[in-house]
């Protein structure tokens, strides 16, 4: 296990303690859980981020573009905003179906 030291602004502090006794409530490691889900999502959300800008982007095969949704999908509900703006701005609608299906499967917890 890793230790890590950090200041951080009053007020972040509050509110991070605040919701993680409605998660967590007093038990013990609470803290620790709920800083390692967060790192966790910060770090998908760059993930997520690159996936959605390289569907964007288009130019992809129709298997490249499956493959790269089955990867964005597998990042579970930090995923889906990103596949719904995908879902916005694509015309094919292969790609549409395929996507749509996409977001219905999405597991609505991160993995």
Known sequence: MARID??????????????LTEKFGG?????SRALEEAIDLW???????????RLLEGGLTESEFKDT???LKKHGKTSIRALLEVEDAVVDPNESRYLHKA????PTYST
């Open 6 to 19: 950090a200041v951080i602004d009053d007020i972040l502090e509050q509110r991070f303690r605040l919701k």
């Open 27 to 31: 038990r013990k490691g609470g803290l």
């Open 43 to 53: 770090i998908k959300s760059d993930s997520v981020e690159l996936l959605k800008k």
């Open 69 to 71: 949704v089955d990867s």
């Open 103 to 106: 977001i219905k499967e999405a």
